[in-house]
């Protein structure tokens, strides 16, 4: 078996990377499908209108969501 030594710093750098590319596929996933658009609308609305809540934490999510 053969092996190859990487730098910590590039791999980190190139983790980063991948993450940041997994992100852009995500959004372009959700901008293809048409009833993503239609949430990313809707949200874009209801932020404009100030129906938006702000939490401080994980936990609070249930409490918004119901």
């Known amino acids: 078996?053969?092996?190859?030594?990487?730098?910590?710093e590039l791999l980190k750098d190139l983790y980063a990377g991948l993450a940041r590319v997994e992100e852009v596929?995500?959004?372009?996933?959700?901008?293809m499908d048409k009833e993503g658009l239609e949430r990313i609308h809707k949200a874009e609305d209801e932020y404009r209108k100030g129906k938006y809540v702000t939490i401080k934490s994980s936990g609070?999510?249930?409490k918004y969501a119901e």
């Open 1 to 8: 078996m053969e092996s190859v030594t990487i730098p910590k």
């Open 25 to 31: 596929l995500a959004t372009l996933e959700e901008l």
């Open 60 to 62: 609070e999510v249930r």
